[in-house]
T-cell receptor, first 115, second 114 residues
Framework: DQQVKQNSPSLSVQEGRISILNCDYTNSMFDYFLWYKKYPAEGPTFLISISSIKDKNEDGRFTVFLNKSAKHLSLHIVPSQPGDSAVYFC??????????????FGTGTLLAVQP | EPEVTQTPSHQVTQMGQEVILRCVPISNHLYFYWYRQILGQKVEFLVS????????KSEIFDDQFSVERPDGSNFTLKIRSTKLEDSAMYFC????????????FGDGTRLSIL
């Protein structure tokens, strides 16, 4: 199932700089997108979401951008901190009009923030 | 902050045996889910549950799988006769309602089938 893709398996960033994590999707019926963070031996922790009626959503250091025409979303973390080091998953679902509960996940990007 | 709790954290079972994974969703949440992640693969949806019945299930969720809410707080996943390929991390999740609502995940149960 390749409907949600995270093409970068890993990313390394210096503390204090911006981290940009990318996600592409193929299913134009998706209208709700989420980012989760996962530490080893823990479950995915919800970070931030965006619905397709918006192109940006911000929560503290985290901002998600949605480009519907490109079927692309990104997560920006500014400034990056060593505690942000984790695997980041992008997920998508159809939340309106024929809604489904099923989240489709990407493969994840391992972010390493260097002190 | 309220959280989803799962027990046990690790379950080792012989192939062919039944296994029950347990979850306590967040207390005011109405929708419950099971996902799994086989080592090295994506997190995959198994089933969603609302109002004491399955609302959606994936092709993975065959007759060997069942879910139940035996009381007001627990949500269980049963695998009737385990196979080697059932070895995975199983995550329970819950959400307050449908629509643009995030699903909140537990820390998972690692199921190892021998």
């Amino acid at each position: 199932d390749q409907q949600v893709k995270q093409n970068s398996p890993s990313l390394s960033v210096q503390e204090g700089r911006i981290s940009i994590l990318n996600c592409d999707y193929t299913n134009s019926m998706f209208d709700y997108f989420l980012w989760y963070k996962k530490y080893p031996a823990e479950g995915p922790t919800f970070l931030i979401s965006i619905s397709s009626i918006k192109d940006k959503n911000e929560d503290g250091r985290f901002t998600v951008f949605l480009n519907k025409s490109a079927k692309h979303l990104s997560l920006h973390i500014v400034p990056s901190q060593p505690g942000d080091s984790a695997v980041y998953f992008c997920a998508a679902r159809r939340a309106y009009g024929g809604a489904t509960n099923k989240l489709i996940f990407g493969t994840g990007t391992l972010l390493a923030v260097q002190p | 902050e309220p959280e989803v709790t799962q027990t046990p954290s690790h379950q080792v079972t012989q192939m062919g045996q039944e296994v029950i994974l347990r979850c306590v969703p967040i207390s005011n949440h109405l929708y419950f889910y099971w996902y799994r992640q086989i080592l090295g693969q994506k997190v995959e949806f198994l089933v969603s549950f609302y109002n004491n019945e399955i609302s959606e299930k994936s092709e993975i969720f065959d007759d060997q799988f069942s879910v139940e809410r035996p009381d007001g707080s627990n949500f269980t996943l049963k695998i009737r006769s385990t196979k080697l390929e059932d070895s995975a991390m199983y995550f329970c999740a819950s959400s307050e309602r449908q629509g643009s609502q995030p699903q909140h995940f537990g820390d998972g149960t690692r199921l190892s089938i021998l």
